[in-house]
Protein backbone atom coordinates (compact mmCIF):
# COMPACT_ATOMS: atom_id res chain seq x y z
CA UNK A 1 0.00 0.00 0.00
CA UNK A 2 1.26 3.81 -0.82
CA UNK A 3 0.17 7.17 -0.12
CA UNK A 4 1.06 9.46 -2.23
CA UNK A 5 1.18 13.01 -0.65
CA UNK A 6 -2.49 12.31 0.64
CA UNK A 7 -4.52 15.65 2.06
CA UNK A 8 -7.62 15.01 4.19
CA UNK A 9 -9.87 17.64 5.94
CA UNK A 10 -12.94 17.57 7.78
CA UNK A 11 -15.44 20.29 7.81
CA UNK A 12 -14.65 22.02 10.75
CA UNK A 13 -10.77 21.41 10.08
CA UNK A 14 -8.14 22.74 7.66
CA UNK A 15 -5.61 20.38 7.26
CA UNK A 16 -6.27 16.57 9.12
CA UNK A 17 -3.58 15.03 6.64
CA UNK A 18 -1.32 17.26 5.16
CA UNK A 19 0.73 15.75 1.90
CA UNK A 20 1.29 12.42 3.85
CA UNK A 21 3.39 9.95 1.52
CA UNK A 22 4.39 6.50 3.29
CA UNK A 23 3.98 3.25 2.25
CA UNK A 24 2.80 -0.03 4.02
CA UNK A 25 5.40 -3.08 3.64
CA UNK A 26 3.88 -6.30 3.02
CA UNK A 27 4.23 -9.21 5.64
CA UNK A 28 5.10 -6.55 8.57
CA UNK A 29 3.58 -5.05 11.35
CA UNK A 30 3.15 -1.14 10.66
CA UNK A 31 2.13 0.44 13.73
CA UNK A 32 0.95 4.42 13.36
CA UNK A 33 1.91 6.49 16.43
CA UNK A 34 1.89 10.20 17.88
CA UNK A 35 0.30 12.85 20.05
CA UNK A 36 -3.72 13.07 20.52
CA UNK A 37 -4.88 14.86 17.54
CA UNK A 38 -2.11 13.62 15.30
CA UNK A 39 -4.30 12.44 12.62
CA UNK A 40 -3.40 8.75 12.87
CA UNK A 41 -6.63 6.89 12.92
CA UNK A 42 -7.67 9.13 10.30
CA UNK A 43 -4.72 8.00 8.17
CA UNK A 44 -6.20 4.57 9.16
CA UNK A 45 -9.00 5.38 7.77
CA UNK A 46 -8.02 6.98 4.52
CA UNK A 47 -5.79 3.37 3.78
CA UNK A 48 -9.32 1.65 4.63
CA UNK A 49 -11.40 4.04 2.41
CA UNK A 50 -13.67 5.31 4.84
CA UNK A 51 -11.78 8.70 4.43
CA UNK A 52 -11.31 9.89 1.06
CA UNK A 53 -8.50 12.43 0.13
CA UNK A 54 -9.02 15.59 -0.96
CA UNK A 55 -5.56 15.70 -3.07
CA UNK A 56 -3.02 12.90 -3.54
CA UNK A 57 -3.78 9.18 -3.85
CA UNK A 58 -4.17 5.99 -1.60
CA UNK A 59 -2.91 2.80 -3.84
CA UNK A 60 -3.47 -0.98 -2.76
CA UNK A 61 -1.61 -3.38 -5.69
CA UNK A 62 -1.52 -0.51 -7.63
CA UNK A 63 -4.60 0.14 -7.95
CA UNK A 64 -6.31 3.52 -6.11
CA UNK A 65 -8.19 2.49 -3.21
CA UNK A 66 -11.04 4.81 -3.98
CA UNK A 67 -11.57 2.70 -7.18
CA UNK A 68 -12.54 -0.39 -5.00
CA UNK A 69 -15.67 -1.86 -4.55
CA UNK A 70 -16.86 -2.09 -1.13
CA UNK A 71 -16.86 -6.37 -1.37
CA UNK A 72 -13.72 -5.93 -3.68
CA UNK A 73 -11.85 -3.80 -0.92
CA UNK A 74 -13.54 -6.36 2.18
CA UNK A 75 -11.65 -9.28 0.57
CA UNK A 76 -8.16 -7.41 0.68
CA UNK A 77 -8.82 -5.96 4.00
CA UNK A 78 -10.36 -6.29 7.50
CA UNK A 79 -10.69 -3.67 10.18
CA UNK A 80 -11.37 -3.31 14.07
CA UNK A 81 -12.72 -0.52 15.12
CA UNK A 82 -11.31 1.19 18.26
CA UNK A 83 -15.52 0.71 19.00
CA UNK A 84 -17.92 -1.24 18.19
CA UNK A 85 -21.27 -2.15 18.53
CA UNK A 86 -23.57 -4.85 18.32
CA UNK A 87 -26.91 -6.23 18.78
CA UNK A 88 -27.25 -7.01 22.84
CA UNK A 89 -28.39 -10.50 22.48
CA UNK A 90 -25.87 -11.31 19.89
CA UNK A 91 -23.92 -14.54 20.33
CA UNK A 92 -19.73 -15.49 19.88
CA UNK A 93 -20.24 -17.64 16.65
CA UNK A 94 -22.90 -15.10 15.01
CA UNK A 95 -21.23 -12.28 15.35
CA UNK A 96 -18.29 -13.90 14.18
CA UNK A 97 -19.91 -15.44 10.73
CA UNK A 98 -20.53 -12.07 9.63
CA UNK A 99 -16.96 -11.84 8.73
CA UNK A 100 -17.89 -13.96 5.79
CA UNK A 101 -20.39 -11.38 3.98
CA UNK A 102 -18.15 -9.95 1.62
CA UNK A 103 -17.35 -13.98 0.07
CA UNK A 104 -21.21 -14.24 -0.21
CA UNK A 105 -23.37 -13.53 -2.43
CA UNK A 106 -26.83 -11.76 -0.52
CA UNK A 107 -29.30 -13.72 0.66
CA UNK A 108 -27.43 -16.87 -0.11
CA UNK A 109 -26.19 -18.99 2.82
CA UNK A 110 -22.82 -20.10 3.78
CA UNK A 111 -21.76 -22.86 2.63
CA UNK A 112 -18.26 -25.36 3.80
CA UNK A 113 -15.66 -22.47 3.25
CA UNK A 114 -17.73 -20.52 5.03
CA UNK A 115 -17.72 -22.90 7.39
CA UNK A 116 -13.73 -23.38 7.16
CA UNK A 117 -13.09 -19.88 8.06
CA UNK A 118 -15.42 -19.04 10.89
CA UNK A 119 -14.07 -22.64 12.63
CA UNK A 120 -10.45 -21.21 11.96
CA UNK A 121 -10.88 -17.77 12.99
CA UNK A 122 -12.68 -19.29 16.48
CA UNK A 123 -9.57 -21.37 17.08
CA UNK A 124 -6.74 -18.88 16.90
CA UNK A 125 -8.93 -16.94 18.84
CA UNK A 126 -9.63 -19.08 21.54
CA UNK A 127 -13.25 -18.86 21.61
CA UNK A 128 -13.96 -22.36 20.11
CA UNK A 129 -15.74 -23.22 22.96
CA UNK A 130 -17.50 -20.18 23.71
CA UNK A 131 -19.18 -19.99 20.28
CA UNK A 132 -22.92 -19.55 21.49
CA UNK A 133 -21.87 -17.08 24.54
CA UNK A 134 -23.35 -13.91 24.14
CA UNK A 135 -21.24 -11.07 23.69
CA UNK A 136 -22.96 -8.86 26.83
CA UNK A 137 -21.66 -11.66 29.10
CA UNK A 138 -17.83 -10.97 27.82
CA UNK A 139 -15.16 -8.67 29.69
CA UNK A 140 -13.49 -6.20 27.31
CA UNK A 141 -10.63 -8.04 26.22
CA UNK A 142 -12.52 -10.78 25.23
CA UNK A 143 -15.10 -8.74 23.22
CA UNK A 144 -12.38 -7.40 21.26
CA UNK A 145 -11.18 -10.88 20.41
CA UNK A 146 -14.71 -11.75 19.11
CA UNK A 147 -14.09 -8.46 16.67
CA UNK A 148 -10.69 -9.65 15.58
CA UNK A 149 -12.36 -13.03 15.37
CA UNK A 150 -15.14 -11.74 12.99
CA UNK A 151 -12.25 -9.86 11.22
CA UNK A 152 -10.27 -12.80 10.13
CA UNK A 153 -13.05 -14.73 9.20
CA UNK A 154 -13.10 -12.44 6.37
CA UNK A 155 -9.79 -14.32 5.62
CA UNK A 156 -7.74 -10.75 4.20
CA UNK A 157 -4.04 -10.42 3.48
CA UNK A 158 -4.15 -7.40 5.38
CA UNK A 159 -5.64 -6.46 8.89
CA UNK A 160 -6.45 -3.12 10.37
CA UNK A 161 -6.75 -2.49 13.85
CA UNK A 162 -7.45 0.66 15.36
CA UNK A 163 -6.49 1.57 18.95
CA UNK A 164 -7.37 -2.21 19.81
CA UNK A 165 -5.66 -2.17 23.20
CA UNK A 166 -7.99 0.68 24.41
CA UNK A 167 -9.96 0.05 27.61
CA UNK A 168 -8.16 -3.07 28.18
CA UNK A 169 -6.08 -3.45 31.39
CA UNK A 170 -2.56 -5.01 31.29
CA UNK A 171 -2.97 -8.27 30.65
CA UNK A 172 -5.42 -8.39 27.89
CA UNK A 173 -3.36 -5.36 25.93
CA UNK A 174 -0.40 -8.48 25.79
CA UNK A 175 -2.21 -10.91 25.30
CA UNK A 176 -3.85 -9.44 22.20
CA UNK A 177 -0.69 -8.10 21.09
CA UNK A 178 0.39 -11.82 21.31
CA UNK A 179 -2.27 -12.80 18.86
CA UNK A 180 -1.58 -10.01 16.81
CA UNK A 181 2.22 -10.95 16.38
CA UNK A 182 1.48 -14.74 15.75
CA UNK A 183 -1.43 -13.42 12.97
CA UNK A 184 1.53 -11.96 11.27
CA UNK A 185 4.77 -14.75 11.48
CA UNK A 186 2.89 -17.36 11.61
CA UNK A 187 0.26 -16.71 8.95
CA UNK A 188 1.57 -14.02 6.90
CA UNK A 189 -0.91 -11.22 7.72
CA UNK A 190 -0.05 -7.76 6.84
CA UNK A 191 -0.65 -5.37 9.82
CA UNK A 192 -1.43 -1.87 10.67
CA UNK A 193 -2.69 -0.39 13.89
CA UNK A 194 -2.70 2.47 15.83
CA UNK A 195 -1.36 2.28 19.02
CA UNK A 196 -0.68 5.00 22.14
CA UNK A 197 1.43 3.03 24.28
CA UNK A 198 4.85 3.46 22.73
CA UNK A 199 6.91 0.71 24.64
CA UNK A 200 4.29 -1.76 22.67
CA UNK A 201 5.00 0.06 19.65
CA UNK A 202 8.53 -0.79 20.00
CA UNK A 203 8.13 -3.98 20.73
CA UNK A 204 5.73 -5.60 18.68
CA UNK A 205 6.15 -3.52 15.46
CA UNK A 206 8.29 -4.21 12.17
CA UNK A 207 8.03 -0.34 10.93
CA UNK A 208 6.48 2.90 12.51
CA UNK A 209 4.95 5.97 11.01
CA UNK A 210 5.10 8.87 13.38
CA UNK A 211 2.33 11.57 12.86
CA UNK A 212 2.25 14.94 14.01
CA UNK A 213 -0.22 17.69 13.16
CA UNK A 214 -1.27 15.98 10.53
CA UNK A 215 1.79 15.68 8.73
CA UNK A 216 4.07 12.33 8.85
CA UNK A 217 7.19 12.98 10.20
CA UNK A 218 9.26 9.75 10.43
CA UNK A 219 9.23 6.42 9.17
CA UNK A 220 11.13 3.22 9.59
CA UNK A 221 11.85 0.53 12.09
CA UNK A 222 11.95 0.92 16.19
CA UNK A 223 15.20 1.61 16.24
CA UNK A 224 15.97 4.19 13.93
CA UNK A 225 12.46 5.98 15.01
CA UNK A 226 13.01 5.94 18.67
CA UNK A 227 15.56 8.10 19.69
CA UNK A 228 15.89 10.62 23.14
CA UNK A 229 16.07 13.02 20.27
CA UNK A 230 12.45 12.53 18.30
CA UNK A 231 10.97 11.76 21.78
CA UNK A 232 11.47 15.11 22.44
CA UNK A 233 10.50 17.05 19.60
CA UNK A 234 7.53 14.84 18.74
CA UNK A 235 5.92 14.48 22.52
CA UNK A 236 7.52 17.07 24.51
CA UNK A 237 8.61 14.55 26.81
CA UNK A 238 12.53 13.65 27.80
CA UNK A 239 13.51 9.90 28.08
CA UNK A 240 16.10 6.86 28.24
CA UNK A 241 16.27 4.42 25.46
CA UNK A 242 17.30 0.96 27.07
CA UNK A 243 17.41 -2.45 25.92
CA UNK A 244 17.02 -5.85 27.29
CA UNK A 245 17.64 -9.36 26.21
CA UNK A 246 14.40 -10.29 26.93
CA UNK A 247 12.38 -7.57 25.90
CA UNK A 248 14.50 -5.42 23.23
CA UNK A 249 14.77 -1.83 23.38
CA UNK A 250 12.07 0.35 25.35
CA UNK A 251 11.95 3.99 26.41
CA UNK A 252 11.86 5.34 30.09
CA UNK A 253 10.21 8.66 30.50
CA UNK A 254 12.39 11.06 32.36
CA UNK A 255 10.12 14.41 32.21
CA UNK A 256 8.70 16.63 30.17
CA UNK A 257 10.56 19.73 28.46
Known amino acids: MELNRVTFAYKEKSHTLHEVTASIEQGKITTIIGPNGSGKSTLLGVLSRHCLPQSG ?3 LDG ?5 YKPRELARKLAVVHQQNEAPSDITVEKLVAFG ?6 MWTPGGEEDDAAIEWALELTGLSGRREQRLTEMSGGE ?3 VWI ?3 LAQRTPILFLDEPTTFLDMFYQYELLEL ?3 LNVEHGLTIVMVLHDL ?3 IRYSDRLLVMKEGKLLLQGPPEFVVTEHTMKEIYGIEVAIRSDERTGMY ?7
Open 63 to 67: KAIPA
Open 57 to 59: EAV
Open 149 to 151: AMA
Open 251 to 257: MVPIGVK
Open 143 to 145: RQR
Open 180 to 182: IRR
Open 100 to 105: RLPHRK
Open 199 to 201: NQA
